[in-house]
């Protein structure tokens, strides 16, 4: 490196001149790299918004799907409900009448032959004088298919009887434009413990 005061040549890294002593200035080593620009590469945080984002719309898309898949299952036993609603609401009334008999009358063939008549009677009566009147009920399960005798169906109801809780599901046959009640079960604990009080022993 040259003096700019006396033009003495010194060594590269010298810091002050061998012959006058001037300070001089430092030149950059030529094997030395660049110190790097910070402000040029990526801003912090900017991939953790992206992140963020990301994991938001999983999440939105997630309550969309519960969503539209609770829709449809409720959309499903409104439709059950009112497909079975005649057969359905037609024995209840009677029930409620007291008229067994027309409602045993109302189901068909196949429960017929399954179950007498006095065997039903003795049932319903029971049941009805263990939990009382039907006070609610709500559909629970819907199922709709076809075998070889024709279409099926089936509902289960939550219900809320006067004295206790409980289920009544219901299976039907359809035969023509309408539906027929081919079974019918009663769930309840407390109707378990009188049928179970009134077996012999």
Known sequence: M???KCESLNLEDATTCFNCGEILPRSPHPYEAPAADLTSGPRKGFRAIWI???CGGLVVAFLLL???CFLMVKGGLQAGDREFAPAVESYLAKVRAGD??????????ELHSAVKEENY???????QEKLGPLKEKKPQFVQI?????G???RIVYTCEFE??????SFSLRKKGDSWSIVEIRYDSPLFLEYLKAKEPS
Request: aromatic residues 16%; hydrophobic residues 35%.
């Open 100 to 109: 067994y008999h027309g409602a045993y009358k109302d189901f068909g063939e």
């Open 151 to 153: 279409k099926w169906g």
């Open 2 to 4: 040259r003096c700019s």
């Open 145 to 149: 298919g076809s075998d070889l005798k």
């Open 66 to 68: 519960l969503a539209s």
């Open 163 to 168: 004295n206790a809780k409980g289920t009544i």
């Open 121 to 127: 009677l003795a049932l319903e009566k029971g049941f």
């Open 52 to 54: 963020l984002w990301g």
